[in-house]
């Protein structure tokens, strides 16, 4: 059955819709209009998206054509239908916004159901050309990195958001980045956004039923990635399930080439559920005894649970052999090569204060250097860091402090 929702503060038309249609249809709240499709969404209390909307001009009419203009844009598979007297002038402007059909504010209700059977007719059509028939090959599924440390404060955030910015770079929506830290969470903070849209939206209403809808509460970051900024308040994370956050990530890894996830410290519900889909983790610890401790646990756990992937990147931050440990005590003591590392560096705070990555300003910095060759990793296909069977590292009380 076919999906209507009309948008009008006129309840004669409204009531020659109910007849129409037979009461099958969703009112809008009559004004103002959504000023995008993603606030039509949210009005829509959790109802699938529309195969046809129908917008009231006279509600404003230059408003109207924006928000077919984005409909056509964003949800090429929506017919947009306009309600407003013919002319010229505004039979070229509602063309050129994608509109699909024009219904005169008087129209008697045989006329409705005819323009209402034509879009309907074309919403079908669209559906078929935007997802052409599935053949039998199962989707191709894009890479799901998390990024992740059993401790807090050893650069999850600032790894995740300049791995993402480079991934976004490297082609054009390629690239979503998932804050998963859902009570504090500060992706949104590191990228200097402001999201209308956070992760405890896109988990709930139909949002988190269809990806065209999805994709419209995703925030832009100016490098053309796209970001799901953690909630607002510390208590939204209650309202999100493990379940949740694994049917994000399925239908994100089916639209985005990379899914960048940043995580809480820790082995979380919810970043467990994100392990469960993961393709690459990139495991981060600083370089002092009880962090790299914390990973060698967090590794034996995560084999014990089979949630190991064979792509690994092992990431030693604010690395300084001044601090009594090398990098062979931390391979020795968490029994797997370390990757990268990553200096300290007074650029990296100042990025982060700044709300610009590194790897959006550029410049020469040593951590920089480290972030490229980590993107570089990840888009290198089927990047599989060797990594010895767990059984055969080395005794748990291996190398430490001071050697
Ligand atoms: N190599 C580095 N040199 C200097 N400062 C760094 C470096 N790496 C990260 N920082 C700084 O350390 C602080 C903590 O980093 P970040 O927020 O990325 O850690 P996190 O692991 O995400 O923390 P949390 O567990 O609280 O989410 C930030 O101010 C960041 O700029
Ligand atoms: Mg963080």
Redesign the pocket.
Known sequence: MTRIALATASADLEARFRAATGGAFLPLPPAPLPSNPAHLFAQLDGAPAPDVVVLDAELAVDHALDLATLLDEQCPQIAVVLVAEHGPDLGLAAMRAGVRDILHPQAEIAEIQSVLDRAALAAQALAHTVAPASSDAPPATGRVISVL?P???????????NLAVGLARTAPNSTVLVDL?AQ???VAT?LDLAPEFTLADVVHGSAARDSMVLKTFLTLHETGLHVICGPPSPAAADTITSEDVSQLLQMLSLEFRYVVV????GLSEHTLAALDRTTDHVL?TSMDVPGVRGLRKELDTLAELGMLTPARHVVV???DKRGGLSVADVEATIGTKVDLR????????????KGVPLLQSGGRDP?TKQLRRLVERLTIPETVTAQPDPDSRPPRHGRRRGR
């Open positions: 440390s401790k807090g404060g050893v650069g999850k955030t600032t790894v995740a958001t830290d504090f969470g500060d590191a940043d995580t809480a410290p981060l931050n604010f690395a990553l200096p300290v560096s007074p650029a990296t705070r100042v990025a982060t204060n951590v």
